[in-house]
């Protein structure tokens, strides 16, 4: 199906290349999946395509709405980029979203305390325990918070970052219909 991207996006046309049917703006009559996609990541629009190119194997029609938080200011993305493709968090604390993802972010070393934006990290946290239909899936970093900040599960340091390719289980939710049992999700 389609995935929905905000108007003007500049890399839809690069996605429209590989075959993905992507849009921007919602065809009359659709009501797609709504997802939240905070995307912590350095090289944002990197991040957006690989999650786009995932979400157009869903067999609905998907609207995605990147999200950023109060007052971060960016090194690795333009900062002119994230203000005007990116929704800040407290603006859509009351949009009905289907399902929100939340990505990593390179502070795997830092405390969790330390990291600059972890206040408004444990706002959006209890936001998704507030929202528990909402599906949610965490990534990398992302799902080391959601562990302390949920469970005070703390990280345990390695000697060098562990990543891969991995397979995951697709829960019975819209959003993975049409997925097989396990799909391989970068970590």
């Known amino acids: 199906m389609s995935v929905i991207v905000v108007k003007g996006w500049p890399s839809i046309n690069q996605l429209k290349e590989e075959d993905i049917d992507i849009l921007d703006e919602v065809p009359r009559g659709v009501r797609p999946l709504q997802i939240g996609l905070l995307n912590l990541m350095p090289m944002k629009e990197f991040a957006e395509m690989d999650f786009y190119r995932i979400l157009s194997h869903s067999r609905f029609d998907v609207q995605v709405t990147p999200i950023k938080l109060s007052g971060q200011k960016y ?22 979203f ?7 972010a390179p502070v795997e070393q830092f405390p969790f305390e330390e990291v600059r934006y972890w206040d408004q990290m444990l706002e959006v946290y209890q936001w998704c325990e507030k929202h528990p239909r909402m599906s949610k899936i965490h990534i990398c970093w992302g799902s080391q918070a959601a562990l ?14 562990v990543f891969g390719i991995f397979d995951q289980m697709a829960k019975p939710i819209p959003l993975f219909e ?9 970590q």
């Open 148 to 161: 302390y900040a949920q469970f005070g599960i703390v990280k345990h340091p390695v000697p060098q970052k």
């Open 98 to 104: 289907d399902g929100f993802i939340i990505t990593g």
């Open 178 to 186: 049409g997925l097989t049992p396990y799909f391989p999700m970068p």
């Open 75 to 96: 090194k690795n993305a333009p900062q002119e980029y994230v203000d005007k493709y990116y929704t800040d968090f407290h603006d859509l604390k009351d949009f009905p």
